[in-house]
C-alpha cells in the first residue's frame, strides 16, 4: 500500500488553515477578490451636481461600493438597455444579499451635459433603479471626470441643425469604497446575472 506524505490529520488541518487565511482575506471590512480593474489608473475626484442640485464628489462617497455607468438620457438604444441591465443585476444582488448590496452606490454619469440637467437625470433614472443617482456639471467638470475614468465621448452631427448624438464608451465599473477599480463590464457581456456576479464576487 502506497504511503501518503501527508498524514490524514496533518492535511486536513492545512487545508482548514489555507481556507481560513482566504476568508479572512475576503471578508475583511472593505475588502474584495481581486478584479480585472485591480491596480489600474481609473477614476479620481471629481465634483458634479446630482439631480437635486446638490454637489457630490468622488471623496465625499469613499466608504460605498460604487457601480459607475456613464451615458445620456437621449441616448435611443444603448444607454438604456445598459442602465436597465445593471439596475437588474443590482435588484438580483439585493434579494440574494441585502446587507451588502446597501453599500453600494449606482451612479449614472452623463456624457451630455448641455442636454442632461438635473431634472433630465432625474426621470431617466427613475425608470432603472430607484437608487441609480443620475450626475451632471459644466462642460469642463464633465470633460475632466471623462479622462479620469478613461472613457472616450465625442458628439456626432445628427439630421438636423441642433440635433446629435453622442457615440461613447459603454462600460460598467466597480470601484470599492475606497474609490479604488475593481472590476468592470462591457457591450454584450454586460447582462443582469453578470452584474449581480460581479458584486457578489468582489463586495463584501
Known amino acids: ?23 479572512l482575506v475576503l471578508l475583511r ?4 477578490a481581486k478584479g480585472n480593474l485591480a491596480g489600474s489608473a481609473i477614476g479620481g475626484e471629481f465634483s458634479l451636481v446630482d439631480e437635486t442640485g446638490r454637489r457630490v464628489t468622488w471623496s465625499g462617497l469613499a466608504g460605498q461600493w460604487r457601480l459607475v455607468y456613464f451615458g ?33 452606490l449606482p451612479l449614472f454619469i452623463t456624457v451630455d ?3 442632461d440637467t438635473p431634472e433630465a437625470l432625474r426621470a431617466f433614472t427613475a425608470n432603472f433603479h430607484p ?7 459644466s462642460e469642463e467638470e464633465i470633460a475632466a471626470t471623462l479622462k479620469a475614468f478613461r472613457i472616450y465621448a465625442k458628439k456626432v452631427p445628427g439630421a438636423s441643425e441642433g440635433a446629435y448624438l453622442v457615440d461613447h464608451m459603454a462600460v460598467i465599473y466597480l470601484f470599492d469604497p ?19 456576479a460581479m458584486l457578489a464576487a468582489h463586495v463584501r
Not at 471590512?29 to 474584495?32: L, V
Not at 437621449?74 to 448590496?101: I, M, S, Y
Open 72 to 104: 445620456y438620457t437621449f441616448c435611443p438604444d444603448v444607454c438604456p438597455v445598459d442602465a436597465a441591465n445593471l439596475g437588474a443585476g443590482l435588484a438580483l444582488f439585493e434579494k440574494e444579499a441585502p446587507r451588502r448590496a446597501a453599500t453600494v
Open 29 to 32: 471590512p472593505g475588502g474584495s
Open 1 to 23: 500500500m502506497a504511503t501518503r506524505s501527508l498524514k490524514l490529520p496533518a492535511l486536513a488541518i492545512l487545508l482548514v488553515a489555507a481556507a481560513l487565511a482566504v476568508a
Open 131 to 137: 437608487r441609480l443617482l443620475g450626475l451632471t456639471g
Open 113 to 115: 451635459p448641455a442636454r
Open 178 to 196: 475606497e474609490g479604488r477599480p475593481v472590476a468592470f463590464l462591457a457591450g454584450p457581456e454586460a447582462k443582469p446575472e453578470a452584474v449581480r
